[in-house]
């Protein structure tokens, strides 16, 4: 059962957008900490897609964008293309547990 | 271009050690914090340990304090972590990941191409 909670999988027909929910607690994301997002493509390592809550890394595409309000945040892929098909993670840090923590990764399957 | 480099996995049996290394380069190792973070098979990320720039300040996943110790050698650019105690759910691919700054709290903003760990009873 991880910290955050995010949704197993989510699918889209090229072209179209898709939204990731990361669901936190009071000790986390709604302790105000940062929520950033990290793509791993089959076979990969992680790569970070997404830091401080909305800023893109180096190279990472526009069509990737990312909010956080109160206790959740969610990322946005919007013109979905095939090389999107991953899973993505959202990372935070939290106070009880004095560590980072993850959610427990969402599929995109791009149909 | 940043490099992280993870060495030192490989297959044990249970309550024995291993010792896994993470060298670095492409960055002043010793202003920023780092992670280990595993994935099981087929599982999500889990973090595991951090430790500051400084190396002043570890903190440990519940299930792995008493058994992993993270340390590092900022004068080698190198980062470690020391596993005891083996259990088999300790099966996973191990990755070091630097963070976006000195603290533990920042995010996880290069990854090494991780190094298996393999336990078996």
């Known amino acids: 059962q991880s910290v955050l909670t995010q949704p197993p999988s989510v699918s889209g027909a090229p072209g179209q957008s898709v939204t990731i929910s990361c669901t936190g607690s009071n000790s986390n994301i709604g302790a105000a900490y940062d929520v950033h997002w990290h793509q791993q493509l089959p076979g990969k390592a992680p790569k970070l897609l997404i830091y401080?809550?909305?800023n893109r890394a180096s190279g990472v595409p526009d069509r990737f964008s990312a909010s956080k309000s109160g206790t959740s945040a969610s990322l946005v892929i919007t013109g979905l293309q095939a090389e999107d098909e991953a899973d993505y993670y959202c990372?935070?840090?939290?106070?009880?547990?004095?560590?980072?923590?993850f959610g427990g990764g969402t599929k995109v399957t791009v149909l | 271009e940043v490099q992280l480099w993870e060495s030192g996995g490989g297959l044990v049996q249970t309550g024995e050690s291993l010792r896994l290394s993470c060298e670095v380069s492409?960055?002043?190792?010793?202003?920023?914090?780092m992670s280990w973070v595993r994935q099981a098979p087929g599982k999500g990320l889990e973090w595991v340990s951090s430790?500051?720039?400084?190396?002043?300040?570890?903190n440990y996943a519940e299930s792995m304090k008493g058994r992993f110790t993270i340390s590092r050698d900022n004068s080698k650019n190198t980062l470690y972590l020391q596993m005891n105690s083996l259990r088999a759910e300790d099966t996973a691919v191990y990755y070091c990941a630097s963070q976006g700054g000195s603290g533990t709290f920042h995010e996880m903003d290069h990854w090494g191409q991780g190094t298996q760990v393999s336990v078996s009873s």
């Open positions: 430790i500051s720039g400084s190396g002043g300040t570890t």
């Open positions: 401080t809550n909305s």
């Open positions: 492409g960055f002043t190792f010793r202003s920023f914090a």
């Open positions: 990372q935070s840090y939290d106070d009880s547990l004095s560590g980072s923590v």
